[in-house]
C-alpha cells in the first residue's frame, strides 16, 4: 500500500455508499503503525449519527471503539473522529473522557445516518 503526501482522504460517505468502500486489513495498519508516520485514531463502532443517539449510546461507541483498536493493534488511541462530523454539544467533553484529543469538525446540515 502506497500513499502520497501525509493524509489519506476516502470519498465522502452517503447512505447509498456506506459499506462498500474498500477497507485497510488489520495488517496493512499494523504496518502503517510500524513506519511511525500514522497515529490510529478511533471512529465509533457502528458509524452512527451522534444527534440521533442517546447520551449512553454515545459514550458506549467512543469507549467500546478506543477499547477494541487498543486491544487489537496494542497501541494507545489518543483521537477521535466524529461520523458525518455531528456532535451534540456535550460530546466534546465524552469524548475527552476517552480520548486525548477529539477531533472536531462542525456541520450544520444533516448527513446519513450509515
Not at 69 to 76: A, D, K, M, Q, S
Request: glycine residues 6%; contains cysteine; hydrophobic residues 35%.
Amino acid at each position: 500500500m502506497t500513499a502520497t503526501g501525509l493524509s489519506i482522504k476516502k470519498p465522502i460517505m452517503t447512505a447509498a455508499n456506506c459499506g462498500r468502500n474498500e477497507k485497510l486489513t488489520d495488517e496493512q495498519v499494523r504496518l502503517m503503525l510500524a513506519s511511525g508516520l500514522v497515529e490510529l485514531g478511533s471512529h465509533t463502532v457502528t458509524h452512527p449519527n451522534f444527534l440521533r443517539l442517546s447520551r449512553e449510546e454515545r459514550e458506549k461507541e467512543l469507549r467500546v471503539s478506543k477499547r477494541e483498536l487498543e486491544n487489537l493493534f496494542g497501541v494507545p488511541v489518543n483521537s477521535f473522529a466524529y461520523p458525518f462530523g455531528l456532535f451534540q454539544e456535550e460530546d466534546p467533553d465524552l469524548a475527552r473522557a476517552q480520548v486525548t484529543r477529539a477531533r472536531l469538525r462542525l456541520r450544520q446540515e444533516s448527513k446519513p445516518n450509515c
